[in-house]
């Protein structure tokens, strides 16, 4: 079957965070832009759903903070964990200069329907569902010119000065690019399950550590999103003790929702994330230019990848509406992004890091905080409460936090 061809001024691969927030920015500015996203819909569970203050301050300057959290969603004023029954808070955002003073947890597909909503009123946007971008076109120059696609109507060919690949991690155009990819590593991955939450349950500590046990407790509405970290690769050795034992695992980390322990019913309930840290060294090359995770695989340590993502969009919508609008982007425009964003990120990642190794890592050892000592980190950061306040600047905001600066054009109505 002939390949159907469309032809827009920036084509993104990929509806996640960063590309709908880029193809909704770019859109409001006047730009054509199509976005490509291989599902039907959004609804995928267990995604990042953790929205930081720098967020929601995106949305106060778009207008739209209010009706953003009309939305299902819960929110937290510090971050609190516990060690060996030794309850800590090592983050306070009551502090933060921003509107909102929180973390929001609202399920990823609600931010994004609520952002392909907000979209679909420009005259310039159209997202294209069930489209998974397979390949990338270029030109006899080796410029990048376009994606193919697989679509349930057959083959797709869209053309475009611009492409940006915002597909994930497992970015098929970032491995196409020929891009080097620098890897960070990481000492450990994350089991995801739900189990019911009950209108009387109490908010407990974010995370617990126990003697080699590490569990993180998510509020999801009617929902606890519960996730147990283990070291690298170690989901064998967990299976391979059965289910039973990580229900009794779990019974005894988190008593509280021990009679709930029975509602991971088969493996199928658990959910496997292999988390890696990586970047590539450059994000860009003529024609394309890769953001959010397809550019920088972030650690679930503290909950950024969502918010870095968007971070990004708003700086290439920042930097690429005006050249788009006039037909002329070049390579220096590209790399203005990577330079506009790849601080922030390093910083990140080398906190994340430095994270895994000096708290996570050692907090997976079998006798881990068994004597009830802290790392040294955390016995400061209890001894002197305004210590508090820098993660959660770091957390909540974020290194040199992005502003819309793009121009709004004309709404359908």
């Keep these: 079957m002939a390949a159907q061809t469309l032809i827009t001024q920036c084509c993104i691969a990929g509806g996640g965070p960063a590309g709908m927030m880029l193809g909704l920015l770019l859109a409001r500015a006047g730009v054509e832009v199509k976005v490509l996203e291989k599902h039907a819909d959004f609804l995928r569970d267990f995604r990042g759903d953790t929205l930081h203050p720098s967020t929601l301050e995106l949305m106060h300057e778009l207008g739209w903070l209010d009706e953003l959290l009309a939305l299902p969603h819960s929110e937290v004023q510090d971050l609190r964990f516990q060690f060996s029954g030794h309850d800590i808070t090592v983050g306070d955002f ?111 500590p974010l995370g617990r550590f126990e003697r080699g046990e590490f569990f993180i407790i998510i509020n999801r509405g009617d929902r606890w999103q519960c996730g147990r970290v283990i070291p ?25 929702l021990a009679g709930r322990a029975a ?36 650690s679930p340590v503290g909950g950024v990848g969502i918010n870095l993502a968007v971070q990004d969009a708003v700086a290439a919508a920042n930097l690429l509406a005006g050249p788009l609008l006039a037909r002329r982007v070049t390579t220096g425009d590209l790399r203005r992004v990577q330079q506009r964003r790849e ?44 210590l508090r306040r820098l993660p959660a600047r770091l957390v909540g905001l974020g290194i040199r936090p992005e502003h819309i600066h793009t121009p709004a054009a004309a709404p359908l109505h």
């Design 263 to 298: 509602e991971i019913r088969s493996w199928d309930d658990v959910k496997l994330l292999t988390v890696q840290v990586d970047r590539l060294r450059t994000w860009y090359r003529p024609g394309l230019l890769c953001i959010g995770d397809a550019a920088h695989a972030m």
């Design 343 to 386: 601080l922030p990120t390093r910083l990140t990642q080398r906190a994340q890091v430095f994270i895994q190794h000096r708290v996570v890592a050692p907090g997976l050892r079998q006798h881990a905080f068994g004597d009830g000592r802290l790392p040294l980190s955390l016995q400061w950061v209890e001894r002197i409460p305004t």
């Design 232 to 256: 690298k690769g170690g989901i064998a050795a967990i299976q391979a003790r059965g289910l039973e034992a990580f229900r009794e695992d779990f019974a005894k980390r988190v008593p509280f």
């Design 94 to 204: 009551r502090h933060l200069p921003t509107h909102a003073r929180f973390l929001a947890f609202m399920p990823q597909w609600d931010l994004l329907d609520f952002l392909a909503r907000k979209a679909a009123v420009y005259p310039g946007f159209q997202l294209l569902r069930r489209t998974e971008v397979t390949d990338l076109v270029r030109d006899v120059d080796d410029q990048v010119v376009g994606v193919r696609a697989r679509t349930p109507e057959g083959p797709l060919e869209v053309r475009a000065p611009l492409v940006v690949a915002a597909d994930g991690r497992r970015s098929p155009l970032r491995e196409q690019s020929g891009l080097e990819v620098q890897t960070l590593g990481a000492p450990m991955d994350v089991l995801w399950f739900g189990v019911t939450r009950r209108p009387d349950d109490a908010d407990p």
